[in-house]
């Protein structure tokens, strides 16, 4: 069957699709995208907002309440920036556009899309910063379970539930359970792609790209200075040198409550240290809330009561996801369509919009070709996950 030239249209299309498959944590969570742009084109810093799930007080009996259990129903969102461009520049000869479209994918899209996928996913995995839940200790199938009843304890749905691995964990847990499942599919698939596919209420994926997180060199004793401390920031004391971004601390005392009763658990809150942190001063994420409908700790912190930063000062430890896909959100918007070029095209697959740009030169009879996507990113419901920690 004779070649024929390859369209911008056809080029993009299958980029994409190529680029989507490569995504396996950007595909697991939530992807909007924003058609306003779809005839204009974003340009970089624009942004989308994303609502956010609404927080009522409940009343006890009859009369209707009174200002404090009266909820007014406001809204509220989070803005998401796209704010990062990322593309592959190419360079096509007339030769390479009379390709066929498979073979046009192995030897020129397969390459440029797989670098391009693995420096937006790990982008987006910077998110684990934001994620306070997490359970330590060998990654087993017991700490998956510890995951997953964090994830149900924090009312997730049961939908959409993915556990993403580091290669060393996908090792440890297919080791651990390639006896267990009595469907061959399944074994089969254990066997031949060290992939263990649904267990537990999960999606099991393996991804080489997972940081490790490098623990602050915090030491000492630590305690909470100043009692009846709320909201985003912990004034502290005894400790020396900062936290870094994404520490998990736990404070004596202070204890999680239901979502919706509002009743203490039992279970101590884990907090999350913010970018800024100091040895005296720990910026931290949930705000801690003691009253209303974002109620989410049975009380303040007592002054001197001790905290603990979890892993070792200054070691690295490597870490997975468990998350319901409205943990986080992945966003892009069309760029804008550049004139007087040889051909131009913007296509969106499943969320994921992306700009092909081709332009000829005479001088060296080739096509140099750019691909790009604009987007952004945003932890959206930190609860809906749950980091799973090599320490």
Known sequence: MANTILTATAVTREALRVLHQKLNFVGTITRDYDDR????????????????????????????????????????????????QKGVD???????????????????????????????????????????????GATNFAKVLQARKVLVDNLAPLNARTCNL??????????ELKGLFNDKTTISKQNREGFMGRTAGFDFMENTLWPAHGRGPTTGSVVVNGASQTGAALTVSGGTGAP???????????FR??????????????????????????????AIVTSGAAQNVSGSPANSAPVSIAGTAN???????????????FATADMVMPRGVDFASRE?????????????????????????????????RPQLACRLANI
């Open 348 to 380: 969106v697959f499943d969320g994921v919009s992306m700009r092909i740009v081709r332009q000829y030169d005479i001088n060296s009879d080739k096509f140099p070709c750019r691909l790009d996507v604009l987007y952004g990113f945003k932890t959206i």
């Open 257 to 286: 409550v239901h979502p919706e009763t509002k009743q203490s658990t039992g279970v101590l809150q884990q907090f999350v240290v913010g970018a800024g942190a100091t040895a005296t001063s720990y910026p931290i994420s949930p």
């Open 37 to 84: 742009f779809a005839h204009s084109g974003a340009k970089i810093g624009d942004t989308l907002k994303i609502r956010l799930p609404n927080q009522y007080v409940v009343r006890t009996g009859a009369p209707l309440g009174n200002n404090s259990t009266l909820n007014d129903t406001t809204e509220t969102s989070a803005d998401l920036k796209v704010q990062t």
């Open 90 to 136: 190419l360079n096509f000869t007339s030769i390479d556009l009379t390709l066929s479209l498979d073979d046009f994918s192995e030897r020129i899209l397969e390459p440029a899309m797989s670098v391009l996928a693995a420096n937006i996913e790990a982008d987006a995995m910077t998110m684990y910063k934001d994620v306070w839940s997490q359970v330590g």
């Open 166 to 175: 580091n290669t060393q964990d996908n090792v440890d847990l297919v080791s």
């Open 244 to 254: 870094a971004a994404g520490d998990v601390i736990t404070i004596t005392g202070v």
């Open 315 to 329: 070691v690295a430890h490597g870490l997975s996801m468990a998350y319901q896909k409205g943990a986080f959100a």
